[in-house]
């Protein structure tokens, strides 16, 4: 699976998402729990504000010195043993890991959950090469088996999904035969899943933060999947986003503490797993052979920018657990595995303008995700700096917008003409008001009317009103 | 231990200083002081019985059952605590702590006689103690570092003391001495850094485990015991 997802246009995606209530449900009822989960976890810390900007004053440090720090981190992996390769773009990356499968003569292997693995489509590539690619964390292992349905959330991948759907497609590939509980429907992974990673040959993995000064890296999980992804099989790889990087164990906890209160309101995840180079030499478990594979795949454009800040994000998804808009269309609207806030800002930053052009608007610039996020990223001014780039440099406004405003603005530059454009404007709207409302609206205005109702322009304009007003026959 | 390769770097590196418009930076940048630690203030001046409550409180919250006893109830507090766990196969590290703790003769004796199989970790048997490890119903460990305010304990892996033994087994336990308690994950942060700096080696795992494995990927329902351990229960020694 690519950064991408699906082929429809935003807004058949978006359409699909409206209307599908089960999901919406499930979204709303997960935003609730979980933002009131990081409100709980943020609030007993009594500053908070502190903690936001000590994260923030990490990773800007990090961002700016950013070549040192890789070249650190690397030194220090290599000092023990470990392999490092720095891919520019995915295809290299790709073709690096394609190299170590290869010669490892590898036909199984499992995973832990990583975006970054997501958005180079490296499963693809392993399949390709014959082999068998498993997918560990429980929400990625569901989608995995339903034919790679994408996930809409960063942290719970398969949110979109019902117990009951769960089970049938439980049914239909595995030949469970068990009720659509929770506790069934997981212990049927577990006993699966286990032979899978005592009979892999490579494990991967991604990474929550790499620490320059000693070349380790941490995992962050509940479920301890990424554990075993990593004791077991006998060659890891671990990829990881370039920017994902701290100096020292100390900043490393700082930003593990951000994670996990702002990701899920808790203090610590029940794993949290600190790993640097292969096993020792006496060693029984572990990997006899690790690489950390480093991507870059656009990001150092946006390094240097105006967009720079866009690099400080953690993967939490805070942002995407109060963000009015993702709660109404849902994950998969976005069409990329990044959703919500920061999936707006990132996505076209990473895609480009072209694939993801409307993200931007899918705003309400209301600033909730700015609030919430850990690291400080400004992301609704981000999300306005977009839309200024695709209106006045790319040019790539939405056309009724370009027409709206192109008629605003012939409108509004003569008194005379918006006179009378203001005076006409009930006369104008009457054939498609009823009522006060307007629910079929022309041209520009049927994008709003499709989904809710527009007042009608009202009978006396404002003018009219102040001016009578003013004569005293008003209150 | 061989070097690995490092492929790539230069040009990578290059271009990432360009974007920054200045010269690469190769020689030391020096961590900046840095205007905020929240950190430092959690807990802060508490003594070893305050980190102890706090430790309690949190265990309910991360389905943890804990026990607190002293060394010279030690061996029958363990005794209970795995025969309420339904007994064997019990899973240890090898390590001197255990014997010196006083629990040699319910390893050795007890244990044996009760026909609870008991495999202590043997680098010199391979493969053989991830069998063991993956049958096993019990794994007992020891946390070097015990953070009160998240519920964590902190295991540090060597050739005696393999990683899978926290994870394959259904139930985890740790021994925690008191004097391991510290308020949060940042004194463990330095303490990692400070035994980096002194002897130059950092444990190839470092674990910090906060209650046993769970996942809530379906609908946001807990479900406790996925991939790791389905219970943990920590067992706190008053003396030590």
């Known amino acids: 699976m690519a950064m991408k997802i699906g082929a429809d246009q935003f807004k058949e995606r978006v359409d699909k998402g409206i209307h599908d209530s089960f999901m919406r449900g499930a979204v709303a009822g997960a935003q609730d729990g979980m933002s009131t989960k990081r409100r709980n976890a943020t609030e007993e810390l009594g500053n908070w504000e502190d903690w936001r900007s000590h994260g923030e004053e990490i990773r800007q440090h990090v961002l700016e010195n950013l070549d040192y720090y890789l070249e650190q981190l690397s030194e220090n992996v290599a000092k023990r043993g470990g392999h490092v390769f720095f891919a520019q773009t995915k295809e290299e990356a790709n073709e690096y890991i394609r190299g170590v499968v290869q010669k490892k003569n590898a036909k199984k292997i499992v995973k832990s959950k990583s975006m ?14 014959g082999c068998e690619v498993i997918e560990t964390d429980l929400g990625e292992f569901i989608l995995q088996i339903d034919d790679h349905d994408p996930p809409s959330h960063i942290v719970v991948p398969a949110l979109h999904k019902n117990k009951e759907q769960i089970r049938d497609v439980f049914a239909e590939k595995l030949g469970y035969e068990k009720t659509s509980k929770p506790e069934e429907l997981a212990w049927h992974a577990r006993e699966m899943l286990r032979k899978e990673y005592l009979s892999a040959d490579i494990g991967i993995t991604g990474c929550n933060f790499a620490v320059a000064e000693t070349g380790s890296f941490s995992l962050v999980t509940n479920e301890g999947n990424a554990d075993l992804v990593t004791a077991l099989p006998k060659t890891q790889i671990t990829v990881m986003g370039m920017e994902r990087l701290v100096p020292t164990f100390e900043e490393m906890e700082v930003l593990v503490s951000l994670l996990t209160r702002s990701a899920v309101g808790q203090k610590l995840t029940s794993y949290i797993t600190v790993l640097t180079g292969p096993r020792e030499e006496l060693d029984v478990d572990g990997p006899e052979e690790f690489h950390l594979v480093i991507i870059d795949n656009g990001r150092s454009n946006i390094l240097g920018g105006e967009f720079q800040s866009v690099l400080q994000c953690i993967r939490c998804a805070a942002c995407i657990n109060v963000c009015p808009v993702y709660r109404h269309v849902g994950g998969h609207s976005y069409g990329s ?36 996020c850990p690291v400080k990223i400004p992301l609704h001014n981000l999300l306005h700096k977009h839309r200024e780039i695709i209106v006045e440099k790319e040019g790539k406004a939405p056309i009724s917008e370009k027409l709206a405003m192109k008629a605003f603005g012939l409108g509004a530059a003569s008194p005379t003409l918006y006179k009378i454009g203001s005076k006409i404007a009930p006369a104008a709207m009457n054939p498609f008001t009823v009522g006060d409302k307007i629910s079929k609206g022309p041209g520009p205005l049927k994008a709003w009317t499709d989904i809710r109702e527009f007042p009608a322009p009202n009978k006396e304009r404002f ?13 | 231990m061989m070097t690995g390769t490092i492929q790539n770097r ?49 265990c309910k919250v991360i389905h943890t059952s804990i026990t607190v006893t002293d060394s010279k109830n030690l061996s029958s507090t363990i005794n209970e605590v795995v025969s309420n766990y339904g007994g064997g196969p019990v899973v240890t590290w090898k390590d001197e702590r255990f014997s010196k703790w006083g629990l040699d003769s319910l390893f050795k004796q007890e244990w044996p006689d009760q026909k609870i199989d008991l495999f202590e970790w043997d680098l010199s048997k391979g493969e053989e103690n991830i069998t063991k490890a993956e049958k096993a119903n019990v ?9 009160a305010e998240s519920g964590t304990v902190v295991l540090f892996s060597d050739q005696n003391k393999g990683r899978t033994v926290s994870f394959l087994p259904a139930t985890f336990i740790a021994l925690v001495p008191k004097s391991t308690l510290v308020p949060r994950m940042t004194q463990a942060a330095q303490k990692m850094r400070e035994i980096h700096q002194t002897t130059g080696h950092v444990a190839s795992c470092i674990n910090f485990i906060t209650g046993p494995s769970n996942s809530a990927d379906i609908e946001l329902n807990l479900v406790v015991g996925v991939h790791g351990p389905v219970k943990a229960s920590y067992i706190v020694i008053n003396d030590l």
Do not use: H, M
């Open chain 1, 337 to 372: 595995i990044y959703s919500g806030p920061i999936g707006a800002v990132l996505s076209p930053l990473l895609g480009g303008y072209d694939e993801y052009k409307e993200l931007p608007y899918a705003s309400t610039l209301c600033g909730a995700c700015t609030e919430v």
């Open chain 1, 463 to 475: 003018r009219d009103w102040f001016k009578n007003r003013e004569k005293g026959d008003k209150k």
């Open chain 2, 10 to 58: 230069d040009k990578f590196l290059n271009q990432l200083a360009n974007r920054l418009d200045r010269p690469r930076k190769s020689t030391s940048v020096e961590r900046p002081k840095w205007k905020f630690q929240p950190q430092l203030e959690v807990l802060k001046g508490a003594s070893q019985d305050e980190l102890l409550a706090v430790l309690k409180e949190q």
């Open chain 2, 139 to 147: 794994a007992i460990t020891i946390s070097e570092i015990t953070l």
């Open chain 1, 116 to 129: 970054v693995t997501e958005e180079i489509s490296l499963n693809t590539v392993l399949e390709q090469e």
